[in-house]
């Protein structure tokens, strides 16, 4: 049957203190014996999670930790594996026994909640976390148009430990409209906001650093500013001299800065780059012409770059 959603991912880094990393740390290896243990028994009998849950769940819950609702999606997740492996086969591919080894967890309405002071609450082995989403400062940061809408309803997400940091990608939908039943899109988002001090930071904890382009179009302002009021003909052609470096200059850090954020969609696997709205960034970010000017370059540069694999909004 097909689903008449539309899913939407959004990757928001976790501040988490250590006790909360501890919990979390052990909750996340806890799911991992959960799922192996659901796959060992089902391997080669069943694939379905209505079979696999009543099969594994009492030994799940026996040697685990997991809470009785963490048991049940480890037993679904263990039913996915398994399918995924049977699909492969099917395809003429080789797949042997799942594995799990990553450092993730499956949360649902049940074992994660989130609030609208911006924190969410998560379901350990032992009690609940209660952590704060690093959301971007900017209220209309892109995770805003999930997170206060009325239209987008949270659903399964998952939590990942990665290089010392937790990101949850927390899982939306909403109902597809009838122009949207053959045309709407799935996918994970990859969040970018501008500035000045990092020129731009997406939401998976990635900064790129911005004050040396700040310091340098500062240089070539004083430049143009002088020229502009010598005002010789001389004054004027090294102006354009100086213009042409300057572009060449921004050109150059913003191709950095766009290999960078389309590295950073592939590595988390992203399906959508959202940039915040550039129509009065200017006001919002006290960027120079110069800065203005770098933003929409590195937009364009991200879309030309990331159009076969994600898509920009």
């Known amino acids: 049957?097909?689903?008449d959603h539309v899913r939407r991912t959004a990757i928001t880094r976790l501040?988490?203190?250590g006790e909360q990393r501890g919990l979390l740390e052990e909750t996340i290896s806890e799911w991992k014996r959960g799922c192996q243990l659901a796959t060992d028994m089902a391997w080669g009998k069943c694939?379905?999670?209505s079979d696999v849950q009543p099969l594994a769940y009492d030994d799940?819950?026996?040697e685990t930790n997991l809470g009785s609702q963490h048991a049940i999606l480890a037993t679904h997740q263990a039913a996915q594996a398994i399918t995924g492996c049977l699909e492969r086969r099917s395809n003429g591919k080789q797949a042997s026994k799942p594995t799990f080894t990553a450092p993730t967890i499956k949360y649902d309405t049940r074992t994660?909640?989130?609030f609208d002071d911006d924190t969410v609450s998560l379901s350990t082995t032992e009690s609940r976390?209660?952590?704060?989403?690093?959301?971007p400062e900017a209220e209309d940061g892109y995770q805003r148009q999930y997170l206060d809408s009325d239209h987008w309803s949270v659903t399964e997400s998952t939590l990942t430990a990665r290089d010392g940091d937790y990101?949850?990608?927390i899982g939306f939908r909403r109902p597809k409209t009838d122009t949207e039943r053959d045309t709407a899109e799935d996918g994970t988002v990859l969040g970018v906001d501008l500035g000045i001090e990092n020129l731009a930071v997406t939401s998976t904890a990635r900064f790129i650093n911005?004050?040396?382009l700040s310091h340098n179009l500062r240089e070539f302002e004083k430049v143009r500013a002088g020229l502009q009021q010598t005002g010789t003909r001389s004054a004027h052609r090294t102006l354009e001299q100086s213009s042409g470096r300057e572009r060449r200059y921004v050109r150059d850090v913003v191709h950095q800065a766009s290999n960078a954020i389309v590295d950073e969609a592939l590595r988390y696997e992203c399906d959508v780059i959202a940039f915040e709205d550039l129509t009065d960034i200017r006001e919002q970010t006290g960027a120079s012409w110069g800065h203005k000017w770098a933003f929409r370059t590195l937009y364009e540069q991200v879309a030309y770059k990331a159009e076969a694999v994600c898509c920009v909004e």
């Not at 976390?129 to 959301?135: D, K, Q, S």
């Open 47 to 49: 694939n379905a999670k």
């Open 112 to 114: 994660m909640t989130l």
């Open 15 to 17: 501040s988490v203190d």
């Open 1 to 3: 049957m097909a689903d």
């Open 210 to 212: 911005g004050r040396e």
């Open 129 to 135: 976390v209660r952590c704060e989403l690093a959301l």
């Open 60 to 62: 799940v819950r026996e």
């Open 167 to 169: 990101f949850l990608h």
